[in-house]
């Protein structure tokens, strides 16, 4: 165990982000709750594995909404693992309905509701309705020890609820999709680009960087850019674009704050929250 370690006792670790698939693991270094599983349950036992943490120390799965890249590995993984899933009611409906998930055990099935509080293994909990097109779709805010985590992805638009949710953390995960210009140049139908740019589509990086350079404050430790475009976008457009709305609104990042973007297929290890 590293100084860092003890001193965070909360971390979070991406195995995957992107449209090929969303994966992310939030909790202590023994137990704690995944959040999606769009990539194949065989994925996240090994990469669970790789961060020491067996299947039987995961407590619950938290569902951001029922599109494919974030509930594909659902089934075999709950077959294998009887893991509780908190999801809104919409998008559990979905899960049901869906061609991937139609045979999740719904007893699994656990309701949430939008911004109620609830508690799994200590850590509190707090769903938040985000724009997007899938059903029921939400972003999660946790809390543990003081240590503050808000993952925000797949959304259309920054609404007031959102923003709020975002400034109440001290470590971010948000969604930063795509460039305009390589959006509007590619060769995606017009129908695949309005509706990515739409309100309930995606953030694009400028949308998602000038939010960020708006509401820094030194105490943020992590902001880490997710869901990146393999099309539309690269880590060093999106990371590029969020240190130009820095210098045009004169914020100079903390030497303590970590900027980086979320790898689309590996996983980053612990990060310390």
Sequence with gaps: MDLFSCLS?????????????????????????????????????????????????????????????????????????????????????????????????????????????????????????????????????????????????????????????????DNIVIESNYDVEMLEKGSYPYMLKQRIAGPFGHLSNRESARFVAEIYRPEIKNIMLCHLSENNNTPECALSCLYEQFRMKHVRPDVNTSIFSLPRHKSTGFVYL
């Excluded at 090929?20 to 939030?26: A, E, K, L, M």
């Design 9 to 169: 006792p909360f971390v979070f670790c991406s195995f995957a982000s992107g449209s090929s698939g969303n994966c992310y693991y939030v909790g202590k270094q023994d137990e704690g709750v995944l959040v999606d599983v769009g990539i194949s349950g065989q994925s996240v036992v090994k990469a669970l594995a790789k961060i020491e943490i067996p299947m039987d120390r995961i407590r619950a799965i938290l569902v951001t909404h029922d599109h494919i890249d974030h509930v594909k590995g659902l089934e075999v993984l709950t077959k294998n693992h009887s893991v509780p899933i908190f999801a809104h009611s919409d998008c559990l409906l979905g899960i049901a309905e869906g061609k991937a998930t139609k045979n999740v055990d719904a007893k699994l099935f656990h309701e949430i509701e939008p911004l109620q509080p609830f508690e799994i293994c200590g850590i509190t909990i707090e769903a938040f309705p985000v724009m997007h097109d899938g059903r029921g779709a939400v972003g999660y805010h946790f809390s543990f020890e003081g240590h503050t985590l808000t993952i925000a992805t797949d959304i259309g638009m920054l609404d007031k609820v959102v923003k709020e949710q975002i400034r109440r953390a």
